[in-house]
């Protein structure tokens, strides 16, 4: 069963805004992983966190991960137009078995 | 960086009929390959865990006779829909086990339609 819930589902907001998606799952895990995907399209690696790490930039990115409440953020700093897209995250666990949160759909309307 | 392909990228079948999804690892091996599940507006469900040389290991609830999986070399593993139903309609992507701490690489996904 799915593991992870995310929050919002969805995401409206306007070019130039931050949005900021939330994660939170249930077992121990090795890291946690964002991934985007365009509708209908395959998913794209963003950026991976380890259980020891506490935050992680890459570019507009900003990702934090608190093991103690069990949840993870990530953060996308000036949005644009073409950041539109279904955000997961996705906790690894033993054997590299990947389990992803039910997603968060992010329109950013130029 | 590291490549996954999946052919066909889509694929239209008959109720009844069988489907073989192919996930290739273009410029790495990979000894370990996942398969998921997406069907519309929802995540990805992990199917199984494709080992080459081995039996892959299936997630509770999935019909190891029904999706069959082989993973013959170091570079492929494919899926295998048999006796496919207007319900096993969905997204198929697989992904390819990196290096360790890199993650997973996913292929671009194919898309089942039973008709």
């Known amino acids: 069963s799915q593991q992870g819930e995310e929050d919002p589902q969805a995401l409206s907001i306007q070019e130039g805004e931050n949005a900021t998606m939330n994660c939170s799952y249930k077992?121990?895990?090795?890291?946690l992983q964002w991934y985007r995907q365009n509708s209908g399209r395959g998913l794209v690696h963003l950026i991976l966190?380890?259980?020891?790490?506490r935050e992680k930039h890459s570019g507009r990115l900003r990702v934090t991960l608190d093991t103690s409440k069990k949840s993870s953020s990530l953060l996308i700093t000036a949005s644009r137009a073409a950041d539109t897209a279904s955000y997961f995250c996705?906790?690894?666990?033993?054997?590299?078995?990947?389990?992803f949160g039910e997603g968060t759909q992010l329109t950013v309307n130029p | 960086g590291a490549v996954v392909s999946q052919h066909p990228s889509w694929v239209i079948c008959k109720s009844g009929t069988s489907v073989k999804i192919e996930c290739r690892s273009l410029?790495?091996?990979?000894?370990?390959m996942f398969w998921y599940r997406q069907f519309p507006k929802q995540s990805l469900m992990l199917m199984a865990t494709?080992?080459?040389?081995?039996?892959?290991?299936?997630e509770q609830g999935v019909e190891k006779d029904k999706f069959l999986i082989n993973h013959a070399s170091l570079t492929l593993s494919t899926l295998t829909v048999t006796s496919a139903h207007p319900e096993d309609s969905s997204f198929y992507i697989c992904?390819?086990?990196?290096?360790?701490?890199?993650?997973?690489?996913f292929g671009p996904g194919t898309r089942l339609t039973v008709t």
């Open positions: 494709s080992n080459e040389g081995s039996k892959a290991t299936y």
């Open positions: 077992t121990s895990i090795n890291n």
């Open positions: 966190i380890r259980s020891n790490e």
């Open positions: 996705a906790t690894e666990t033993s054997g590299s078995r990947l389990t």
């Open positions: 410029d790495f091996q990979a000894t370990t």
């Open positions: 992904s390819a086990l990196g290096l360790a701490g890199f993650g997973q690489y």
